[in-house]
Nanobody, 113 residues
Framework: QVQLVESGGGLVRTGGSLRLACAASGSLFGINYFAWYRQAPGKQREWVAQITSGGLTEYADFAKSRFIISRGNANTVYLQMNSLKPEDTAVYYC????????WGQGTQVTVSS
């Protein structure tokens, strides 16, 4: 069983920053990549960014130049979010492919105007 635990969400004003963290534990075989997704109220879950085991990163257009995904140790990933906007308000989910896909429980990010 694999568990993902996210942390770092909270309430921040427009223009502020937050750093999300995700730690994976359990019966991991070998993480191919981590990804962050988000889901705003009434909207579908959308992809934010991903990072491979080799460190290659990709970002959704809205995340480019504002968000940075990075790895800590082999089982930890971060999402540094800068210049936050009210439209970034959502529950942010961590996902790992190991090679099965696992999801965290999500962490709430609220950006006030």
């Amino acid at each position: 069983q694999v568990q993902l635990v996210e942390s770092g969400g909270g309430l921040v004003r427009t223009g502020g920053s937050l750093r999300l963290a995700c730690a994976a534990s359990g019966s991991l075989f070998g993480i191919n990549y981590f990804a962050w997704y988000r889901q705003a109220p009434g909207k579908q879950r959308e992809w934010v960014a991903q990072i491979t085991s080799g460190g290659l990163t990709e970002y959704a257009d809205f995340a480019k130049s504002r968000f940075i995904i990075s790895r800590g140790n082999a089982n930890t990933v971060y999402l540094q979010m800068n210049s936050l906007k009210p439209e970034d308000t959502a529950v942010y989910y961590c996902m790992v492919q190991d090679p099965q896909i696992y999801w965290g429980q999500g962490t709430q990010v609220t950006v006030s105007s």
